[in-house]
């Protein structure tokens, strides 16, 4: 039996294929002049494809030798980011959800406010408060100042409102403290969520630059995004082979994550409560 489509879903699967293009079009573009050869990577007019496929770019990148010790930072980085991030967003979204306190209005409102704030508004005094502790050049440089999530906290926030309490109460009947509460009953009940965030939160961990290139100077503590713009700047100049080669390696990693857990994304996105907002 053949499906009809009605005409709205004809409109919305043209406009999905469109947004598709659009957003496929820089990355099928990059992988592309990534292997052409170096002299046609600037050729009048544009060509999709080389003369020759080639992999000399990725060999230069890959060939300057603190690659793997960036990767090895960057995943180190975006791990502990994430995991310190969803621990202390739910368990302050979890305090402001089922407890109350003098002043909670009032914290709740600040805590939604920095969600307006510009993260580059706060890189001054972030970089002064680093260089006061003795932190630059280090992870924790890198790691500390993303821990504090205000969108996280709000989104697990109004998740953790729609938890039903009767099963939190039925734990509290048979003697449970809150604490025990939170990590058998809710953190459990939380999992497509709390997957989701973890997804969202260790994206843009492993994609952020600024904040890194700005307290990391030593090769040895520089993440991959930091460490493969610091090649392209300082050996290879505006040679676009290598620069598009340097882009694919940094975001590989990122479209494995999503290939292996978008399902869980989409099921967190589902469950937050938000996808009608």
Known sequence: ???????????????????????????????????????????????????????????????TGGIVKWAINSTITAVITTFLTVLLSAMAAYGFARTQFRGQRALLAIILAGIMVPPQVLIAPLFAEMVALGLVDTWWAIILPQVAAPLIVYVLYKFFQDVPPELEQAAFVDGAGRWRVFFTIVLPLSRPVLAAVSIFTFITTWNNFLWPFLVSTDPNTMTLPVGLANVVQGTFGLRYAQIMASVVLAGLPLLVVFVLFQRQIVRGVAHTGLAGQ
Request: avoid cysteine.
């Open 1 to 63: 039996m053949t499906k009809r489509f009605s005409i709205s879903q004809l409109i919305l699967l043209v406009v999905a294929l469109a947004l598709a293009i659009l957003w496929l079009a820089p990355i099928a573009w990059a992988v592309a002049t990534s292997l052409k050869p170096e002299s046609e990577t600037t050729k009048i007019p544009l060509e999709w494809i080389g003369s020759e496929i080639t992999l000399d770019s990725y060999q230069l990148v890959l060939g």
